[in-house]
């Protein structure tokens, strides 16, 4: 009987143990791990939001190649979920896509062998000068009593491991990537005149952002105040000189506007027409490529031995802050030729 009692203290001491451990160990977990890769942000986010693309980078695929996996949904859409069932190394859950934008791919991954658990996922985005650093994290709760198992294991460590892996593998697999060459229709159109109020001047690339942001608000309200004026289309810039040494290009915010025969002076701003023959191509998608479809065209002058004036204008059409949709972003450009 003596030796039950002593057993029975034993085996009360360790479950008093393990409710005290219960709530010293934490709950909350986070983690996050970086790597630069040699690559435009659009080339690397494809790599990272469709599901087809990460599992060639995944850390975890290589651990059972005889693991199932499914998916349901279309790839790359909200709402779209991952499974997978495999050995004891993988086990078994699912990732489902809740958001993305252009600079973030938030999931939630739900662990159901071989303990249950939820993970909030994300991959941050930031592009500069061509190279984009990707971060990659998660934030969860371990529910009590499992989260005892942090104390004796560190999960910084031996996760960690598993995502500077896989971020290993997906710089490789992008920077090896040589990405599509895009087509673009480029025609050439009687571009009708236009007068124009712009504020011109010479601006860094850091500050080209605030600059429009600035000048596009100062002349919509001066153009809205006045009765007899007319706004006759969406806002544009208009490049004089792009000067990539010096990181600084000669621009011109400018709204077009109708006031029939009459002249109006606006403080700080000028008056400028465009008009005449010019080079057009239609664009989709987001600012930061804008690159793209004007080494198209100059590509194409180049080819054909085709004169221009220099003047070079970029009409941006879709209002971003009623389109979330990168892709349906529609900037008109336009080189004028020489006269």
Known sequence: MKALKIIGIIVLILILTVVVLTFVAPTDFKLERSVEINAQKE??????????????????????????????????????????????????????????????????????????????GYFLLDEAEGTTTVTWGFDSKMPRPFNIFALFMDISESVGKDYEKGLAKLKEIVENEKPAKKEYAIETINFEEKTFLTHREKVSFNDMQAFFGQHFSGMYGMLTQNKEVQISGQPCAIYYDWDEENQTADVAAAIPYNSGNKNFKFDNYTTVKLGGEAFKIAYYGNYDNLKEP????????????????????EEYITDPTTEADTTKWLTNIYYFAEK
Not at 47 to 56: P, R, T
Not at 76 to 98: L, P, R
Not at 294 to 313: G, I, K, R
């Open 43 to 120: 080339l690397v986010h494809k790599h990272l939001l469709y599901f087809e693309n990460s599992q060639k980078w995944s850390p975890w695929a290589e651990l059972d190649p005889n693991q199932k996996t499914w998916m349901e949904g279309e790839d790359g859409a909200v709402g779209t979920t991952f499974f997978w069932e495999g050995n004891e190394d993988v086990g078994k859950g699912k990732q489902e896509i809740i958001s993305f934008t252009d600079d973030k791919i938030e999931t939630t991954v739900t662990f159901i062998e071989p303990f249950e658990s939820v993970a909030q």
């Open 294 to 313: 004007h080494m198209a065209m100059d590509e194409y002058l180049n080819n054909n031995n085709l004169s221009m004036s220099h003047v070079v204008l």
